[in-house]
Nanobody, 120 residues
Framework: QVQLVESGGGLVQAGGSLRLSCGAS????????MGWYRQAPGKQRELVAR???????NYADSVKGRFTISRDNAKNTVFLQMNSLKPEDTAVYYC??????????????WGQGTQVTVSS
């Protein structure tokens, strides 16, 4: 069993910054990728950023140049540095990871979500 535990959400004024963290723990052979999704009220969950085990990254167009994703492979942790935050970034942010078990089964896991609120 694998758990993803997020931290770092909160309330910030427009133009401010927040840093989200997500650590994976449990029975893990390897992690193919880790990433962040977000879901605003009344909207579908959308990809914010993703990083592979080889450090390839991709971002939603709406956050390019403002958000940076990184990971610490040794600690199975992914970070999302969010700068120049806008009110439209307000959402619940979910950590997501594709994890390979020791039996070589790939499973995608989700964190419980952390609220990010940006005031204007």
């Amino acid at each position: 069993q694998v758990q993803l535990v997020e931290s770092g959400g909160g309330l910030v004024q427009a133009g401010g910054s927040l840093r989200l963290s997500c650590g994976a723990s449990g029975t893990i052979f390897s992690i193919n990728f880790m990433g962040w999704y977000r879901q605003a009220p009344g909207k579908q969950r959308e990809l914010v950023a993703r990083i592979t085990s080889g450090d390839s990254t991709n971002y939603a167009d709406s956050v390019k140049g403002r958000f940076t994703i990184s990971r610490d492979n040794a600690k199975n942790t992914v970070f999302l540095q969010m700068n120049s935050l806008k009110p439209e970034d307000t959402a619940v942010y979910y950590c997501n990871a594709e994890i390979l078990s020791f039996s070589r089964v790939k499973v995608r896991y989700w964190g419980q979500g952390t609220q990010v609120t940006v005031s204007s």
